[in-house]
């Protein structure tokens, strides 16, 4: 099939590349010039482990093309993606909109022939039926375009996999015309086993905030568990591991630790709650404003642990942080906690080196006061306290006996609970971790 993939950011790109493996006839489209030459070069604009293969193989398929032009894709596609972003609005907690609605502004004026547009951005639930409306208003005399929601599920780190083998697709329409089409773009996935809700437009586009705020509340959770067990001399991970085994609470996502950040969960609740306020539903989700309190505590605990091991004052201390992405095996910082914390630790004084293996980049434009270390031993060097605040897998292959030779004083704040604490104690170091016991 002939699709356009209109904002080619970290979910528009995968899913372009991957929508060309599978075989269809792809038209990448984006405002932002330099990113679209970078994507028709073969070149990730941001790292993502698999997808510059992917990339390589789609494009050299000759079924992956990329450019700027949005006439050129409403001729292109028999079914349109938009997959820009949807920011928190300045100054509110609500959904920016406004990308969404310049793709459809943009395009649908110019489409010659009846066709699908699909959302794919998160949005607020309505969204559908109030771009269908503004759809009417501006397609050509004679022309069809029908509006479906088909939310995405991708975790960062896991793009491609999570593209192609989905747990599942969630498409929401009205008219069965529109599903029947979108059963036969998803084709090899569906005959691969993948599960495929049909819905309405709402409930599609509900799926997707429901899904991030349970997740964004198991890990508050979990980190309010952490808090208690602090406060009792418990363990957290004993007990993370005790209630996973229970299949109806499963262990993913119950790492106690510095708490979610990145581009989707903290602002998909902070506009969920928006939106179910003007629903006139508030207090139906008022428990995601604690979700989000006990999740930005999780950062405030760790300055604190981290100044009371410095002896109550952190000028001039030298901190190394390890980790500056929101996450493992990505370059995103967006609301990073790990860099929130660097970033505290430097209001107070504190003298900071950050290493991060793929961040630093991206960390030093956000974060231009923050020092960044490309190499990790010279991050170490003569620190008087180590953060390991994003787990990254070569933090847990560090060895924490030659470690405590480049370090002033060998005292670690494990905030993802990640390292092998034993091995870090039994080489002389001094292991902190939030509802962990000393
Ligand atoms: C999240 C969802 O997991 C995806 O399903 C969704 O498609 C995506 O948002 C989105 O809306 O686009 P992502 O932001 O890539 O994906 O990251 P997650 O793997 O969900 O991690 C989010 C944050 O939670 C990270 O900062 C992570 O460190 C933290 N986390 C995760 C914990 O603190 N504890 C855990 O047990 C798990």
Known sequence: MRL??????YLGAVHAACMADI??????????????????????????????EVLTRALASGRLRFGTSLREAAVHGEVHFIC???PQRAGSHAA?????????????????????????????????????????????AGVRADVAWNPEFLREGFAVEDTLRPDRIVVGTVGRESDETLRRLYAPMLEAGVPYISTDPSTAELVKVAANSFLATKISFIN??????DAAGADVVTLADALGHDTRIGRRFLNAGLGFG??????????FTARAQELGVGPAVAFLAQVDEINERQRTRTVELARQLAGGDLTERRVTVLGATFKPNSDDVRDSPALAVAAALHREGADIRVH???????????????????????????????????????YRELDPVKLA??????????????????????????????GRPA
């Open 23 to 52: 075989g269809h006839d792809v038209l990448g489209v984006d405002v932002d010039v330099e990113k679209i030459t970078a994507l028709a070069e073969g070149r990730p604009p941001f790292y993502e482990p698999g997808f510059d």
């Open 405 to 434: 030779l480049v370090v002033r004083k060998p005292v670690l704040v494990d905030a993802r609970n990640a390292l092998p604490h034993d091995e870090w104690r039994a080489a002389g170091w001094t292991v902190k971790a939030l």
């Open 84 to 86: 820009v972003g949807t």
């Open 356 to 394: 991060d293996p793929e961040g630093t980049e991206n960390a030093r434009r956000t974060h231009p006061e923050l020092r960044c270390e490309a190499d990790l031993l010279t991050a170490c060097q003569g620190a008087e306290l180590v953060l390991h605040l994003t787990e990254w897998g070569q």
């Open 262 to 271: 990145g581009g989707c969960l903290p602002k998909d609740i902070r506009a």
């Open 224 to 229: 309010a568990m952490a808090e208690v067990c």
């Open 96 to 140: 920016d909109l406004r990308y969404v609605d310049a793709v459809v502004d943009g395009l649908v004026p110019h489409l010659p022939a009846s066709c699908l547009v699909v959302g794919k951005s998160t949005v607020p639930v309505g969204t559908t039926a109030r771009l269908t409306a503004r759809i009417a208003g501006l397609v050509p």
């Open 4 to 9: 356009t993939v209109i904002g080619t950011g």
